[in-house]
């Protein structure tokens, strides 16, 4: 198979992450017999540096016309200042609504080797296997924004067709998974909840009756999280809440570095990043976790390229990694040296070789 892949190392551990990420693919490439073409375009706050905009006409053109987008982080300090007129983010807010990429998946599984790596129980977090499905393009992110010297304001706008499309997606993928879907809102307070859970109920009435729907507020959601997580199989949620409580589900595996995700669309394109974000304070000292990069990786084989024995093969290889004590610091090394994020990305590539 032929495959043309748009890599966006962005920035601050991005770059670092992603070359372990395409490592990986040219040897999924090798292994398997494909021929993947990875070209670099600047994004991000390099782009803002180089092109005085964070999603240049270029670096669009390439993401629309690849087969799929890797993408490392994006942001930092040097661009964050209140009145920079352009900010890191803006592009890939851009990137996603250019893409329709509107549904984001962010698997979260506890691995037996790394049950320790969690600051939680074992018995609370063994077995963890979950799904969160965020939508993307809607919601706070994407509303009108006002700021004066007195006030500032975010509005909040979902349509019937956003939460429909969204919902169908989540649903869809429980019915490959435990069939059992949790949908969660701040009805009790929110108008745009209250429309939410009024769709979500609709949809899953007509269409997907087979699977056992559950609604909780997103401050329950965020509880019981911790306290049950094994309850859970597949999430849907908005926007906002989505970005908070993936972050918070990524202390369950051990490390928000562990942490894949894919956003996706209708059509072919997908986005696929590791869920942590640019982390300045420890760029270029060599430390980054690069999994969460490797299984993005792993989820564009998947998706995208309907690679599904190379992708299993790529999460092998990760797995087969974590059984040999291979950890970055992020995770939990009680007392043993930590791996570089270079030694982390070796040793994946070198069980993906050998197995060939």
């Known amino acids: 198979m032929k495959a043309a892949i748009t890599v966006l190392p962005g920035d601050g551990i991005g770059p670092e992450v992603i070359v372990q990420a395409s490592a990986c693919l040219h040897g999924i490439a090798e292994r398997f017999h494909h021929e993947f073409t990875l070209t670099e375009f600047p994004f991000g706050g390099a782009a803002i540096d180089s092109h005085a905009d964070p999603l240049p006409d270029s670096t669009l053109k390439a993401c629309r016309e690849a087969d799929a987008i890797l993408l490392g982080a994006v942001g930092g300090p040097k661009w964050s200042v209140s009145q920079a007129p352009v900010r890191p983010e803006q592009g890939l807010l851009r990137l996603r609504r250019e893409l329709g990429a509107f549904a984001n998946l962010r698997p979260v599984a506890v691995h037996p080797a790394l049950v320790d790596a969690s600051t939680l129980k074992r018995e609370v977090i063994e077995g963890v296997d979950l799904v969160f499905v965020r939508e993307l393009t809607g919601g706070i992110y994407f509303g009108e924004k006002r700021r004066d010297a ?207």
């Open 150 to 356: 007195r006030s500032a304001s975010d509005l909040c706008t979902y349509t019937v067709a956003e939460v429909e499309r969204i919902v169908r997606v989540a649903a869809q993928l429980a019915r490959t998974r435990r069939r059992h879907l949790t949908s969660i809102d701040k009805s009790n307070v929110l108008e745009t909840s209250r429309l939410w859970r009024e769709v979500t109920e609709r949809v899953m009435a007509q269409e997907f009756p087979d699977i056992t729907l559950e609604h909780m507020l997103v401050d329950s959601a965020a509880m019981h999280l911790l306290r049950r997580p094994r309850d859970f199989d597949v999430l849907v949620t908005e926007n906002m809440f989505g970005d908070i409580l993936t972050d918070e589900a990524a202390m369950l595996a051990g490390s928000l570095g562990l942490l894949p995700s894919a956003s996706l669309g209708h059509g072919r394109h997908g986005i696929y990043e590791p869920v942590h974000g640019s982390a300045p304070d420890i760029a270029g000292r060599g430390i980054a976790n690069p999994y969460g990069a490797i299984l993005s990786a792993a989820m564009l084989l998947r998706h995208s390229l309907k690679l599904e024995a190379e992708a299993t093969a790529l999460e092998a290889a990760v797995h087969a990694a974590f059984e040999a004590g291979v950890r970055t610091a992020d995770m939990s090394c009680a007392g043993k040296s930590a791996a570089t994020t270079a030694a982390a990305g070796a040793a994946v590539l070198s069980t993906l070789r050998r197995r060939g």
